[in-house]
C-alpha cells in the first residue's frame, strides 16, 4: 500500500514539475482506438484535435496515439500521457471507460474526457453526441424519398446507441409515410468495408431504395451508387464524395466545438467534470448538406425539424409512442428521459424482428 | 560464388550475437524509415529502446514491461515445447480466448460472493479452458491424423465468434446499461488478479510466466518427456526407436500449451484488462509464435525475447505520444525486426563460405 | 418474415463477387502449398496489394493498371517471405506471421494520402443478348473482367497442376524435395516461383476489395479475408476446382446470412459466422482418410547439403 502512495506521489510530483516547466502551453492528449485514417470514427476525432490546434495555436501542444486495444494498453498510453505532462485526456472510445477511471485516480490534477461511457469522477467528464436527433433529420428524408417503401438500415453491434438511432429514424420516416417498413441488417462490426459493401447490396437487391448506416466506411455509398436509384447518408464523416447523389445528406460527429471549449476551460483554470450529451443545438451533430437530388418540399420539412430540434422546440421522441411489444412507453406529448434513451434496449412498434441477444 | 554451408554443430557464439546484429541492423534501416517520414531517427530509436528502460518514468514503464511480456511469455513457452517436437500449435490465440472466457465465467458464476476460493477455481477454470481448446486439434491429430496447424488456426476463428457471442449474452454486465462486456473484475475482490506488490506490475500471471521458464528448463534438461520431446524433433525414428509414444506426446505438448495459453487469458481477464469484450483479444496468441521462435525454442531466450517485444510495443507507443510517429511505421519497425532476427539466425547453423564447395 | 424478397438470381451474383478476393488469394496460396511452402502472409500481401492498386490505379486512372501494380507489389512482398525461408532458412510459420504484421504496417503508411478517395470505376462487361437473358444474364455475363480472370486462372491452375510438366515438378517438390532435388529440379528456385505466383494472387485479391468490392482505401480494409483464404486452401484439399467452390461456399456464408437478416429470419449472427471455419475442420478430418491430398513436405524447409 505505502508503496503505491509513494508511487504516486512521485508521478504527481513529476507530473506538477513538468506541468511548472511548461507553464505556458497546455497540454493535450487524445487516445484513439482505430488509425486516424480511418475515415470515420477516429478520424473525426483527430479532426477535433487538428481544430484545437489551430484555435489556439502555440497555447497549446497536443499530442495523441493511434491504434490503441482498449484494456491495459489503453491504461498504459494514458498513464504515458499524465506523465509526460499532459493536463487534458481524450479517451475516445467507450471500452476506455474503466482504464480512465483507474489512470484517473492517480493523477488527480490532470483532466480526463472519455467518449461515450457513462462513469464519472472530480476529474473525468463524459461526453457523447445525441446523434439520434441526426437520425430523425433522416428518417424524415428517407420516409418521404422512398418509393418502394423499404428502408434499408445497416446496423453494427446491437447496443443502446444503435437501437437508438434505429428507433429515431423509424419514428419519423413512419410519420411522413406511413407504409414505410424498415429492414435492419447487423454486421457484428464497427469497422469491415467488405462486409458492410455486402450488407447494402443485400438490402438493395431486397428492394431497399434508402440506405442508413451506422457503421463508418464509405463501401454501402459505394454499393448504392453501382446500384444506381439508391439513397444514402454519410455516417461520421461527411463523405460528401458522394454527393449529390446517392449520398444525400449526412450525420457528421463534431467534436471540434467541444474539445476547444473544453480546452478552453483548462487554459482558463475553471474545467470541471461533467456530463455533456449534445446533439444538433450544440453543433456536437452536424448536419451535412442535403443535395439537390432531395426534392424542396422534403428538404424543407427536414430542415423543419433539425431547426426545431436544434433550438429545444422539439425532442425526437415525443409521444404517444408504444414499444414493440405493443406496451405504452410515453404518452401523449411525453418525452422521453436521458436514463431510458441510454439504455434502449427495445424496438418501437412497428419494426419488425429482434434485436438479436 | 557465396554458399552455405551447414555448421557441424550449431555455433554458440552466433547464437548469441545474432539477434544483437539484427537488433542493430533494424535500429539502421528503421532509422532510416523514421528519417524517411521526417523524424529525428536517433530521437525515434532512443526513445523506442532506451526511454522504457532507464527514461525519466522508467519507474512506471518497467512494471508495464512484466505486464505486457508475461502472457507473451507464458504462451511462448507452451508453444515452444510442442515447436521442439514438431508439433505445430498456432491457435494459441483461440486457447487465451477460451481461457479467459472459461476464467471469467467461472469466476462470474459466483458474483458477488467474496470467497478465497474463488481465484483459484478461476485459475483451474481458465487453464482448462485452454486446454480444453487444443484437445481438439490434438485429438483429431492422434485419432485421425489431422494436421495440428490447420485446426488449430481454423478454431481461433471459432473463439473469436464465441467471445462476440459472450461478451452480448451470456457474461454482459446486467448493470452496463446494455453495453456489450462484462463485469469489470478488477472492482471484485475476489476474482481480481491485482498486483501482489503495488506498483511492481508484478501479477500472478507474472508468477506463473517465472515458474513456466523453470518448468520448461527443468523439463527440457532434466527430465524423460523432455528428452522425448527434443529427440523427436532432431531425430523421429531413433525417437520411434527410443520407444517415444507419439499420441501421447501430441497430447501432452497441446495440451501443455493450451493450458498455459487458456492461464494467460485467465490472468489478463481478471488482472491488467478486467473484463470480457468483444475486441478482448489483442493478438498475444499469434505473436507469442514469433516469440518463441525469436526466443530459439529455448526458455530463457524466450523470457529475452518476450522482454523485447514489450519493449518495443511500449517504447513503440511512446514514440507515437512524443514524437507522432504513426503507429503504422513503428508497426513496420517491428516487422523489420522480426525479419532480422528471423534472416540472422542463419549464421547459427549455416557459415558462409566462398568458392567452390569442398570435395565431401 | 419474407423469404420471397430474397432474389436468388441477384444472391448468386453478388455472391460470386465476394468470393472472388478470396478465390484470388486462395488459388495462389494453393500453388504455393503445393510446392511445400506454408506462407502465413496472406493478408499481409492482400493489403499491401489492396492500397498499391488503389494507388496507381487512382494516379494513372485505370483499374487494370492498378491490377497489374497489386500484382507486382504482392509479388514483392512475397519475394522477402522467400528469402528468409529459402535463403535463410528461417520457419515458415514466423516468417508469415511478420509478413502479415509488416504488410498491415506497411500499406498503412503508403495509403495515408489515399483516405478519402473515389478510385477510377472498373465497369462491368455487357455483352449484348447474353448478359441481358433473364436469370443466367446476371450470373453469368454481367461482372467486371477480373472476376471472370479468377475463375480462369482457376482452370489454368488445375490444368498446369494435373497435366503439364511443370505441375509434376512443383508437385514432386512439394511431396519430397530430397528426392526432387535428387532428381536434379532446382528446389529453391521452384519454390520462390511458386511464392511470388501466391504473392501476385494475393495482390490481385487485395485490389480486388479496394478497386471493386468496396471501393475505397482504409487502412486494416481487408478485415481478415487472407486468413479465411488460408483456411479456404485446405478446405479445398489443395484441388483448384474445390477452391472455387468453397470460395462460393465461404463468400456465400456471409451474403447468404445478411440476406437471410434483411427477410427478417431471426439468425444468430456468431454462431453461422463461425460455420465456415467448423465446416473446415470436419473437411479436414474427412479428409485426413485420404493421406494423398495434402503436400508431405508442407512447411518443411530444404537445404541442398542435407
Not at chain 2, 55 to 77: C, D, H, N, T, W
Amino acid at each position: 500500500m505505502k508503496l503505491t502512495n509513494l508511487l504516486t506521489s512521485a508521478a504527481m510530483a513529476l507530473g506538477l514539475a513538468a506541468g511548472a516547466a511548461m507553464a505556458d502551453t497546455t497540454k493535450v492528449g487524445f487516445v484513439y482506438v482505430g488509425p486516424v485514417g480511418d475515415g470515420g470514427w477516429t478520424y473525426e476525432h483527430d479532426q477535433g484535435r487538428k481544430a484545437v490546434e489551430a484555435e489556439f495555436g502555440d497555447q497549446v501542444e497536443t499530442v495523441y496515439v493511434e491504434n490503441v486495444a482498449e484494456g491495459p494498453d489503453a491504461e498504459r498510453v494514458m498513464t504515458q500521457m499524465a506523465l509526460e505532462g499532459a493536463d487534458l485526456i481524450f479517451t475516445t472510445s467507450f471500452g476506455y471507460m474503466d482504464p480512465t477511471i483507474n489512470v484517473a485516480k492517480k493523477f488527480p490534477n490532470v483532466k480526463f474526457e472519455h467518449a461515450t461511457g457513462y462513469k464519472r469522477a472530480d476529474n473525468v467528464s463524459t461526453y457523447s453526441a445525441r446523434f439520434y436527433e441526426g437520425r430523425a433529420v433522416q428518417g424524415t428524408i428517407a420516409g418521404h424519398m422512398t418509393e418502394s417503401n423499404i428502408v434499408g438500415y445497416i446496423g453494427s453491434y446491437p447496443i443502446p446507441e444503435v437501437v437508438r438511432g434505429i428507433n429515431s429514424a423509424y419514428i419519423h420516416a413512419k410519420k411522413v409515410n406511413p407504409d414505410v417498413e424498415f429492414k435492419i441488417v447487423w454486421a457484428f462490426t464497427w469497422f469491415d468495408p467488405a462486409k458492410e459493401a455486402d450488407a447494402a447490396k443485400v438490402l438493395i437487391e431486397q428492394g431497399a431504395d434508402v440506405i442508413l448506416q451506422h457503421t463508418d466506411s464509405t463501401a454501402p455509398q459505394a454499393a448504392a451508387q453501382a446500384a444506381g436509384n439508391v439513397i444514402t447518408f454519410g455516417q461520421a464523416s461527411d463523405m460528401s464524395e458522394y454527393g449529390p447523389k446517392p449520398r444525400v445528406s449526412s450525420i457528421i460527429d463534431d467534436w471540434a466545438p467541444y474539445y476547444i471549449a473544453r480546452t478552453k476551460a483548462v487554459i482558463d483554470g475553471n474545467w470541471e467534470s461533467v456530463d455533456t450529451w449534445d446533439g444538433i443545438g450544440a453543433g456536437m451533430v452536424g448536419i451535412g448538406e442535403i443535395s439537390d437530388a432531395v426534392p424542396a418540399d422534403v428538404k424543407e420539412a427536414a430542415l423543419a425539424i433539425k431547426a426545431s430540434i436544434a433550438d429545444g422546440s422539439y425532442h425526437p421522441f415525443t409521444g404517444p409512442i408504444k414499444k414493440q411489444d405493443g406496451s405504452d412507453w410515453l404518452a401523449e406529448g411525453e418525452t422521453a428521459d436521458d436514463g431510458t434513451l441510454a439504455g434502449m434496449n427495445f424496438y418501437v412498434e412497428g419494426l419488425d424482428g429482434d434485436i438479436p441477444q | 560464388m557465396i554458399r552455405l554451408e551447414k555448421r557441424p554443430q550449431p555455433s554458440r557464439a552466433w547464437s548469441m550475437a545474432t539477434p544483437l546484429v539484427a537488433v542493430l541492423a533494424t535500429m539502421l534501416f528503421g532509422g532510416l524509415l523514421f528519417a524517411a517520414l521526417g523524424k529525428p531517427p536517433v530521437e525515434a530509436i532512443r526513445t523506442i529502446f532506451w526511454e522504457p528502460l532507464f527514461g525519466e518514468f522508467s519507474f512506471y514503464y518497467r512494471p508495464q514491461l512484466l505486464v505486457k511480456g508475461a502472457p507473451l511469455v507464458l504462451i511462448a513457452i507452451g508453444l515452444s515445447l510442442g515447436f521442439r517436437a514438431g508439433i505445430w500449435n498456432i491457435g494459441a490465440e483461440g486457447q487465451y480466448i477460451m481461457g479467459a472466457i472459461f476464467g471469467a465465467g467461472a469466476g462470474l458464476a459466483f458474483y458477488p460472493l467474496e470467497a478465497f476460493y474463488i481465484f483459484p477455481i478461476m485459475v483451474i477454470a481458465g487453464a482448462f479452458g485452454g486446454w480444453l481448446w487444443a484437445m481438439i486439434p490434438a485429438v483429431l491429430k492422434t485419432r485421425f491424423g489431422t494436421n495440428e496447424i490447420l485446426v488449430s488456426l481454423m478454431l481461433v476463428y471459432v473463439a473469436e465468434q464465441f467471445l462476440a457471442s459472450v461478451s452480448l449474452g451470456l457474461l454482459k454486465n446486467p448493470e452496463g446499461f446494455g453495453f456489450p462486456g462484462s463485469r469489470n473484475l478488477q472492482s471484485w475482490d475476489a476474482a481480481h488478479n491485482a498486483e501482489l506488490i503495488a506498483g511492481t506490475g508484478m501479477h500472478w500471471g507474472v508468477v506463473a510466466a517465472l515458474i513456466a521458464v523453470i518448468f520448461a528448463y527443468v523439463l527440457l534438461n532434466r527430465h524423460m518427456t523432455g528428452y522425448h520431446i527434443r529427440l523427436t524433433g532432431e531425430a523421429p525414428r531413433a525417437a520411434k526407436f527410443a520407444g517415444v509414444n507419439p499420441t501421447r506426446l501430441v497430447l501432452f505438448c497441446l495440451g501443455t500449451s493450451g493450458a498455459l495459453a487458456g492461464l494467460a487469458g485467465m490472468f489478463e481477464v481478471s488482472g491488467p484488462s478486467g473484463q470480457i469484450s468483444i475486441d478482448f483479444n489483442v493478438g498475444y496468441g499469434f505473436t507469442a509464435i514469433i516469440v518463441a521462435f525469436l526466443g530459439r525454442l529455448h526458455p530463457v531466450g524466450i523470457l529475452l525475447a518476450g522482454g523485447l517485444m514489450a519493449l518495443t510495443y511500449i517504447g513503440g507507443d511512446i514514440a507515437q505520444s512524443n514524437l507522432q510517429l504513426p503507429a503504422a511505421a513503428i508497426q513496420v519497425f517491428q516487422g523489420m525486426l522480426l525479419f532480422f532476427l528471423l534472416a540472422f539466425d542463419l549464421l547459427t547453423n549455416f557459415r558462409i563460405a566462398i568458392g567452390k564447395p569442398e570435395v565431401a | 418474415m419474407d423469404l420471397s424478397a430474397i432474389n436468388p438470381v441477384l444472391l448468386i451474383a453478388s455472391l460470386m463477387v465476394a468470393a472472388t478476393p478470396l478465390l484470388l488469394a486462395a488459388i495462389g496460396e494453393l500453388v504455393v502449398e503445393k510446392s511445400g511452402v506454408l506462407n502465413l502472409g496472406v493478408e499481409g500481401m492482400m493489403i499491401t496489394g489492396a492500397i498499391a492498386g488503389f494507388a496507381v490505379a487512382v494516379e494513372s486512372g485505370s483499374p487494370l493498371l492498378g491490377f497489374v501494380a497489386a500484382a507486382i507489389a504482392g509479388a514483392a512482398l512475397s519475394v522477402l517471405f522467400a528469402i528468409l525461408t529459402q535463403f535463410a532458412q528461417a520457419n515458415q510459420v514466423a516468417s508469415g506471421l511478420s509478413l502479415t504484421l509488416f504488410g498491415l504496417g506497411l500499406s498503412a503508411l503508403l495509403g495515408q494520402s489515399y483516405v478519402g478517395v473515389k478510385p477510377p470505376q472498373m465497369g462491368d462487361i455487357h455483352i449484348p443478348v447474353l448478359s441481358d437473358l433473364p436469370v443466367v444474364g446476371p450470373i453469368l455475363f454481367g461482372h467486371d473482367i477480373i472476376l471472370y480472370f479468377g475463375i480462369v486462372l482457376t482452370a489454368a491452375v488445375w490444368w498446369v497442376l494435373k497435366y503439364s510438366r511443370l505441375g509434376l515438378v512443383l508437385r514432386a517438390v512439394g511431396e519430397n524435395h530430397d528426392a526432387a532435388h535428387a532428381l536434379g529440379y532446382k528446389v529453391l528456385k521452384i519454390r520462390l516461383m511458386a511464392i511470388m505466383f501466391g504473392g501476385a494472387c494475393a495482390g490481385l485479391g487485395g485490389a480486388y476489395i479496394s478497386l471493386i468490392r468496396v471501393p475505397q482505401w482504409t487502412e486494416g480494409m481487408t478485415a481478415g479475408i487472407g486468413w479465411i483464404a488460408l483456411a479456404l486452401v485446405v478446405f479445398a484439399s489443395w484441388k483448384p476446382w474445390r477452391a472455387l467452390l468453397g470460395a462460393y461456399l465461404f463468400g456465400g456464408v456471409t451474403v447468404v446470412q445478411l440476406n437471410l437478416q434483411a427477410a427478417g429470419v431471426a439468425i444468430p449472427v456468431e454462431y453461422l459466422a463461425m460455420s465456415p471455419y467448423l465446416i473446415t475442420i470436419i473437411v479436414l478430418v474427412i479428409l485426413s482418410a485420404d493421406k494423398s491430398s495434402a503436400p508431405a513436405s508442407l512447411g518443411r524447409n530444404f537445404h541442398a547439403s542435407r
